[in-house]
């Protein structure tokens, strides 16, 4: 026993640090992260997909825009929409996820009032008309008009900064200030509102606002019912719109069990908020920020979207929207109101009020009370006590049958709770503390014999060939995984072709066809010492100077580049005899300042480079088939190694992301190895193409011409072409020359 006593002592610290996390005795920042995205995760899982029919979005989209005019429209064109939704089309509840903050003068009223203020003729003759006019021109009261005894709930914004004012008008609020004595609620506070004009509120049914809670991840998962202003509190657009449905019953806080009329250890109780309707008791819960879990039903369009401008031309059948509940919200450029939520990156906020809307009637809003702290503290020590006492003292292979069980123990609870009682319980301690104490006995003796041998090889052998690992080996103080930056060379190459190619294999044959082709070109990458970043489908990426440092990064590079090229011969005649097609490759090459360590997410972990000199390898690659080449090469990495290849210089160009033009270049071989007709060629091309760029059509042509005959070959054409088309069109005195791809 002695001998397990420092694995022991070591597993019950970690228990005791992620312990107190679990009860809320402090807050570990990576475990709430975790904990996030495993909800998220859960969400994604569990969400039903499906379309709610109950629930309509009336978009205001480009469609509407193109037809009606650009937005804010003016108010006499929304009195229409409200007349053709309540009227025609006999919708049930209207909620605006739209202000109205500012007053339509689109009608001219306010420029007919003030001639009419004029002392002369022509003022008393206006004022004549504009008292015939006004009704008709005052496009706001008209509004207020088509708002009023409808159930229509309008939509407004709260402001936490603190140097702003107000404006517009407020709702009543839902609860007055003191409602919940001296419960140590942690409402959301705001400090300003922008509200709609007082007309449009005064005469609407209801108004809510539209914020959601952005958790610190910046991610939409909660949505405040109530939120707190200057001691009132004021309820969401999703709750005055259920709300309104149900004839306006009272909001009743509902407090946990045992709680009574006071807190207990600070804790306030409230769980949950009660709306009495006719159809029985309608039970939202909440959490500790009076703020209900959105509950998502899927991706973008779960909810029935209908263009704005088809119900102002009656261009839906009335049956369509009859007794629905309608969300006026936008998705057209400019005006879309997108949010990062647990389903999507971008995603409308008008369909986090509608998911909230169908979570509140169909009862489907998930809850976290307080107690679940004391589940999640339970789940760690059943959890950690098992994986504490019992991994040291098994085999690594029953240890891993013990870690599995435990595993599959917390995720069946987990999801259990999250299915059948909508009850949601973190996860990522347990989880953590598991995966810690797996670890922690599977590498015991780590740091033993050949110690920083293994670790070397365990960070870098994937990347880079063995004998640069032994070479780490010897002084691994000086290489790290850690992110800098770095002057680095990055090696992009793809298949030619490749979907057409997969479509006429199976799918064993297309993986065995790539593994051949990927491990011929891995080992001509690994020759040449240059670390493989990664396989990207058909593509490769590699780089060169990190982490081992290379002064001839670039040169070993764009021998590398042209080394695969000369390997595909070869290749294919393997291919052939398989009865596989023929492969063509495009190699972009580029130099540059790079960022290159250990990058990526929580999740995935990989040595990799990024920045714009990567960017500008992977465009170049890309735009080899647009010059009929096999290799092109920046024009940073041919200013490093001019003196060792020749090349010829295919254009300059403004590839998509980058605004500076850049030089490109297609290496024609090593320097004193390229035959005397092979650089006679390159030199008439450079005349052609500095013809070429000082428009001297006729020169370039007979150049081109001649070029032909010595070897036809694509870019020859494409030049040709080009000339044609500036005869055409001249491109004038200021024209660069250069060739810009609006495409990657």
Request: one cysteine or more; a neutral charge; glycine letters at 10%.
């Amino acid at each position: 026993m002695k001998k397990y006593l420092p694995r022991y002592l070591l597993g019950m610290l970690v228990l005791l640090v992620v312990l107190g996390h679990a009860a809320g005795i402090y807050r570990i920042g990576i475990l709430e992260h975790f904990d996030s995205i495993l909800y998220d995760t859960k969400v994604r899982l569990t969400m039903p997909r499906d379309v709610d029919p109950r629930i309509v979005i009336l978009d205001i989209d480009e469609k509407s825009l193109a037809e009606v005019g650009r937005w804010p429209w003016n108010r006499e064109r929304m009195s229409t929409l409200l007349d053709k939704l309540f009227d025609r089309n006999g919708i049930s509840l209207l909620g605006f996820d739209v202000v109205f903050a500012e007053a339509d003068t689109s009608s001219g009223l306010p420029v007919l009032e003030s001639l009419a203020k004029k002392d002369n003729r022509e003022a008393t003759a206006i004022q004549s008309v504009l008292r015939e006019l006004r009704p008709s021109l005052d496009y706001d009261a008209r509004f207020a008009a088509a708002l009023k005894n409808r159930p229509v709930v309008l939509g407004y914004y709260l402001s936490s900064k603190t140097d702003g004012t107000s404006s517009g008008a407020l709702p009543p609020a839902v609860l007055p200030p003191g409602s919940f004595g001296s419960r140590p609620i942690a409402f959301t506070t705001w400090a300003n509102y922008g509200g709609n004009l007082a007309e449009f509120q005064h005469n609407a049914a209801s108004g809510g606002h539209f914020n959601p809670l952005v958790d610190f991840d910046g991610i939409a998962r909660r949505v405040p019912l109530l939120a707190e202003h200057k001691g009132a509190y004021y309820e969401s657009l999703s709750l005055a719109m259920v709300r309104t449905l149900f004839g306006f019953p009272p909001v009743m806080p509902g407090y946990a069990e045992g709680t009574g009329g006071s807190s207990k250890a600070g804790y306030a109780g409230l769980e949950w908020l009660d709306l009495p309707t006719a159809r029985g008791t309608l039970r939202i819960p909440v959490d500790e920020n009076v703020a209900a879990l959105i509950p998502y039903r899927g991706l973008q369009g779960s909810f029935t979207y209908i263009s704005a401008a088809d119900v102002l031309a009656d261009r839906i059948p009335a049956e369509q929207l009859r007794g629905k509940i309608v969300l006026v919200g936008t998705t057209a450029p400019g005006l879309m109101d997108l949010r990062a939520t647990p389903v999507a990156s971008t995603y409308p906020g008008v369909e986090i009020h509608a998911n909230l809307i169908s979570g509140m009637l169909d009862n489907q809003i998930k809850f976290r009370p307080a107690y679940v702290t004391g589940a999640d503290v339970l789940l760690v020590l059943i959890a950690g006590g098992v994986m504490v006492f019992l991994l040291p003292l098994l085999s690594p292979f029953r240890a891993s049958i013990v870690a599995l069980i435990v595993l599959l123990f917390l995720l069946s609870v987990n999801f259990a709770f999250w299915l059948a009682g909508n009850m949601v319980l973190p996860l990522a301690a347990s989880l953590s503390l598991m995966a810690l104490l797996y670890a922690l006995n599977m590498s015991w003796g780590y740091f033993v014999e050949s110690r920083t041998k293994r670790q070397l090889t365990g960070l870098f052998g994937q990347y880079v060939p063995p004998e640069l690992v032994e070479e780490m080996s010897r002084d691994p103080e000086n290489y790290s995984m850690a992110g800098r930056k770095a002057e680095l060379t990055v090696l992009f190459s793809d298949v030619r072709g490749f979907t057409t190619i997969s479509e006429g294999l199976q799918p064993d044959e297309l993986a065995t066809l790539m593994n051949v082709y990927l491990g011929a070109m891995t080992e001509v990458v690994r020759h040449r010492r240059g670390t493989l970043d990664k396989y990207i489908g058909d593509a490769i990426m590699a780089f060169w100077g990190a982490p081992v440092g290379d002064p001839e990064h670039a040169k070993h590079a764009v021998i590398t580049a042209l080394e695969m090229q000369a390997a595909l011969p070869e290749l294919n005649k393997t291919m052939v005899a398989r009865g596989w097609p023929e492969l063509k490759i495009g190699v972009g090459v580029n130099s540059g300042t790079m960022t290159v360590g250990d990058m990526g997410s929580p999740v995935r972990q990989s040595y990799t480079v990024m920045g714009d000199a990567v960017n500008l390898g992977s465009r170049l690659e890309g735009i080899t088939k647009q010059y009929g080449v096999g290799i092109i090469v920046g024009e940073s990495t041919r200013e490093e190694v001019k003196k060792d290849f020749v090349f010829r210089e295919l254009d300059r160009v403004r590839v998509k992301g980058k605004a500076e033009p850049v030089g490109i270049y297609e290496p024609v071989g090593i320097e004193g190895q390229v035959a005397k007709e092979d650089l006679d060629e390159v030199k008439l091309w450079n005349q052609a193409l500095r013809a070429y760029r000082s428009q001297d059509w006729d020169q370039a042509e007979v150049m081109l011409l001649n070029l032909t005959r010595i070897k036809h070959r694509y870019l020859y054409d494409l030049y040709a072409k080009r000339i044609e088309h500036c005869r055409k069109e001249p491109p004038g005195e200021g024209w660069d020359g250069v060739t810009t791809f609006e495409t990657k």
